[in-house]
C-alpha cells in the first residue's frame, strides 16, 4: 500500500487520513488554485482549515475549480474545519456558513478549535460553555451537516469533562506536537480514551532544526531531510500530521516522508529532544489577552 493515502480508524469507524495538508496564511483564490491541485496530485486528501484561518471561501472555490477538471470529486477528500466558541452565536449558523464557503453538504470533521475564547478588553468572557457548544455539535450530526466531531487544543482536564456528559465521543484531538513539543503524557492519556490526536505545527516552524546535531545526524543516514525525519517520527508515534507549507516542493518532501520507518532507537533518541516548548500559546499573543490557557 502506497504510505501517502494511509487511513487511521477512528473511535466510530470513519477512516482519517493520516497525511494532511494545513491551510493557515494560505488566502489568495489563484494561490490556493495552485496550492490544492499540486497536494492532491501528490497524494494529500486531507485538508484542514479553520473559520479563524479566513480561507474557507478561497478552498472551496478552488475545489469547485479542480472538480470541474474531472480527476477528483467530494468524496476523495476529508475536509477538516474549526470553530471558536461565542456565546452570542449559534454552532449551526457557523457550520452552515463554513458549508456555503466549502461548497459542500456536509463536513467530514467539525473541531472546536479551543475550549473558551479570548476575553474582551474589559476581560468579560465571551465564549459558550463546552457543554452547550457539544449538544450543538452532536445535533448537527444528527442532521447530517457533520460527519465527524472532536475538539482542539484539550488537555487532560478539559477531556475529562468533556467525557463526562457527551452523548457522541469526540474522534480526534488536534494538539501542537513536533520533536520539541511532544507532550507524551495526554497522547497517552488520549490513546486510553481511544481519542486519535492530529498534530499542528509538526515542524516546529523548523525553528533552529536544522542546527540539531540528532536531527541533522538522522537525515545522514537515512538519506532524508530533517523535516521528512521530524515527520516519520511523529508518525510513528500513530498521530496524524498537517504540515503547512505554501512551497510546492516542499509539499511533496513533506508528504514522501511516508516512505521510510524509522528505527526503535532512533525513534528513542528523537524522544530525548522533548523539551515541553511550545510554539502555540495564547499567553504570548495579546488578542488572548494574556490568558494562561495552558497553565
Known sequence: MDNRFKTTELCNGSKLPVFGLGTYKVVSKEEMVTFLRTALDLGYRHIDTA?????????????????????????DLFLVTKLFSNKNTKVEDQVRQSLQNLQTNYIDLYLLHYASSP??????????????????????????????????NFNVQMLLDLYSYCKIKPVVNQIEVNVYCQQPRLLEFCKKLNLHVTAYCPLARCQNTDNDALLTELSTKYKKSVCQIMLQFLLSLGVSVIPKTQNLERLRENIESTDFSLDEADIAKLKGLNKNFRLIDPYDREWWKRVPYFD
Do not use: C
Open 51 to 75: 473559520i479563524m484561518y479566513e480561507n474557507e471561501k478561497q478552498i472551496g472555490d478552488a475545489l469547485q475549480e479542480i472538480y470541474k477538471e474531472g480527476k477528483y470529486k467530494r468524496e
Open 119 to 152: 476575553p474582551t478588553d474589559q476581560f468579560e468572557l465571551t465564549h459558550k460553555p463546552v457543554f452547550q457548544v457539544w449538544a450543538e455539535f452532536e445535533e448537527l450530526v444528527q442532521k447530517g451537516l457533520i460527519r465527524n466531531i472532536g475538539i482542539s
